[in-house]
């Protein structure tokens, strides 16, 4: 039971933390959290065909896609940005440090232990390099949406 609460509490709990914040500094980083949805799911597809992990417990509307995926990442993506955004030195360091924290203690000691996926082919290490894979592609992207943007 325990697990299930979880999921539901991933998927929608962080998404209350968005009350707090301008909802206009929100909006400018909303494509962005679209767009980490997007390769998420594109990964969680790849974890399936390759073995990577086992989504094991899930909200009952998703299967092999974890909840977290449509909760926590894209909320954590808005807020990253919004804090940290333009300023590379400090997006970049402070997401190898929050995706560190995710790969090597809430993966294992939350998510795992709580069956909400379990690694099969694949180590917190592994995981940690495929998570900060994305790191700068979703940089690359906002400059870019920014850029457009202004232009249009």
Do not use: C
Not at 56 to 63: A, D, G, I, P, R
Not at 73 to 99: A, C, M, R
Not at 134 to 149: D, S, T, V
Request: aromatic share 24%.
């Amino acid at each position: 039971m325990g697990e299930i609460i979880l999921s539901w509490a991933s998927l929608i709990g962080p998404w209350f933390l968005l009350i707090f914040l301008d909802s206009t500094k929100i909006r400018r980083f909303l494509s962005v959290a679209f767009f980490v949805l997007m390769l998420n799911t594109i990964h969680f597809q790849m974890a399936e065909v390759y073995n990577w992990w086992t989504v094991t417990n899930n909200v009952f509307f998703l299967t092999n896609i974890s909840s977290f995926t449509y909760g926590y990442l894209p909320v954590t993506t808005i807020l990253i940005f919004y804090f940290t955004f333009p300023n590379p030195w400090l997006f970049f360091g402070l997401n190898i440090i929050l995706d560190a924290f995710q790969a090597f203690v809430i993966s294992p000691l939350v998510f795992e232990k709580f069956a909400l996926y379990e690694l099969d082919n694949m180590t917190n290490f592994e995981l940690f390099l495929l998570i900060i894979s994305l790191i700068p592609i979703i940089y690359i992207y906002q400059k870019w949406y920014e850029k457009r943007i202004v232009n249009y």
